[in-house]
């Protein structure tokens, strides 16, 4: 299958953002003989900044097989940005609306074009305190499953220092270095088919996750938590928490004045 063309907007956001990029961040790219030359794929990726999925497609626009991201659907209506996000052919996700599924269609009809697309399989900026890799949703699984492609692990490191997760302002000084580093595909032929049930799809994301921060671990050179951060567990226990916290409080209040209850009930008598 032929490689997708640049195209004039994707050339066009490479002269606006890869002189930035080159000024702000120094480079460190390896694993780019893992990208396939032809034929569609996914790329799997941690995300870790708002920043970080400028410094992976600077990485992969360099490999020559630009990738389609799955980006929410709010960022096509932003004026210069939205025609940007049109124009390079990104696919818009829209989360819990009736064209949720829309976003797969689109990924599963490019992948079998011949194209590269690529996942955030934790679908947002990871919220474990250290940045590694968290639990992830089904959808990088559940496409390559259905196409049987290639899925290519990527792990990244980097942009984070420069805008930290969920911050506003750069850090700029001194110098950050893009770590990016891509992994061969990963094996995930003892899923072919069988039937995609939530287990199975889980456990192929799984795997990816897993191929993922292994890489990333090649690049911090620190060993990752054995079970990775769950923000639904954590939400969990968060409630569990709080509503211990309050039925303690609760009990504290109580014993307070049961003293004074128990005085005025005396002088009662």
């Known amino acids: 299958m032929p490689r997708r063309r640049i195209g004039f907007w994707y050339r066009f956001a ?23 030359a032809e034929g569609g794929f996914i790329t799997a990726v941690n ?13 992969q626009y360099n490999t020559g097989r630009v990738p389609r991201f799955l980006a929410k659907s709010g960022l096509f209506k932003k004026g210069f940005v939205g025609a940007a996000m049109r124009g390079t052919g990104q696919i818009p996700v829209y989360r819990e609306t009736t064209d949720a599924l829309s976003a797969f269609r689109a990924a599963i009809d490019a992948v079998e074009r011949g194209e590269c697309v690529a996942f ?11 940045q590694w890799p968290m639990t992830a949703k089904t959808g990088a699984a559940r496409v390559a499953l259905q196409t049987k492609c290639p899925v290519i692990p990527v ?53 990816i996750m897993a191929d993922i921060t292994r890489l990333l671990e090649k690049i911090r050179g620190a060993k990752a938590p054995e079970t990775p951060y769950d923000p639904r567990r954590e939400r969990i226990e968060q409630r569990r928490r709080t509503a211990a916290e309050t039925e303690q409080l609760e009990s ?8 004074k209850v128990e005085q005025e009930e005396g002088q009662g008598t």
């Open 14 to 36: 490479a002269v606006l953002c890869k002189p930035p990029l080159v000024v702000l961040i120094k480079r460190d790219w390896r694993g780019m003989e893992h990208i396939p």
């Open 47 to 59: 995300h870790n900044s708002h920043v970080d999925p400028l410094a992976y497609a600077h990485f």
């Open 120 to 130: 955030y399989p934790e679908g947002t900026i990871t919220r474990d305190p250290d």
């Open 155 to 207: 792990a990244q490191w980097g942009a984070n220092e420069l805008l930290p997760p969920y911050a506003k302002k750069l850090h700029v000084f001194p110098r950050k270095t893009s770590h990016v580093l891509a992994g061969p595909p990963v094996d995930l032929t003892r899923f072919y088919g069988k039937d995609m049930s939530p287990d199975l799809l889980k456990e192929a994301t799984e795997v």
């Open 252 to 259: 504290r209040a109580e014993s307070a004045t049961e003293p």
